[in-house]
C-alpha cells in the first residue's frame, strides 16, 4: 500500500488527470484511479470531494448535474482551460521529481544497495 502522505500529495494531479478523459462524477473518478493504480491507491468520498469542491473554488473545474436512468441525478466535474494549464504544472513537477528519483536508483550512480 502507498502510505497516505504520497497518496494525498497525489490527489490533485489524479483528478486533473483522470478529468483530460471528459467529465466525470466522483465514485467513477475514485474506481478509475483505484484500477489504475492496482488498489495501491484507494480513497473515500470523503477524501475525494472535498478536493473536488476546492478545486472548483480554484476554478481549476467546473460542476454540473446530470439525470440518470436509475436513482439521483449525478453531479459531474469537468477540467477548466485554467485547469489544464494547472495540469501542464503538475504534470512538469511530477515528471521531475520522477526523473531526480530514477536517476538516484539507477546503478551506474553507485547507490548502494540493501
Partial sequence: MIPKSLVAASLKPFILS???RGPSYGYEIIQR???LTDG??????STLYP????LENE??????WEDVDK????????????????????KQ???????AL???????????TV
Avoid: N
Fill in 59 to 64: 476554478e481549476l473545474l467546473e460542476s454540473f
Fill in 40 to 45: 495501491d491507491v484507494s480513497w473515500t468520498t
Fill in 102 to 112: 530514477i536517476a538516484l536508483w539507477e546503478p551506474e550512480h553507485g547507490l548502494a
Fill in 18 to 20: 483522470v478529468l483530460t
Fill in 71 to 90: 436513482g439521483p441525478a449525478r453531479k459531474y466535474y469537468r477540467l477548466t482551460r485554467k485547469g489544464l494549464r494547472q495540469l501542464e504544472v503538475e
Fill in 93 to 99: 513537477q511530477w515528471l521531475s521529481i520522477h526523473s
Fill in 51 to 54: 478536493v473536488l469542491h476546492k
Fill in 33 to 35: 484511479v483505484h484500477g
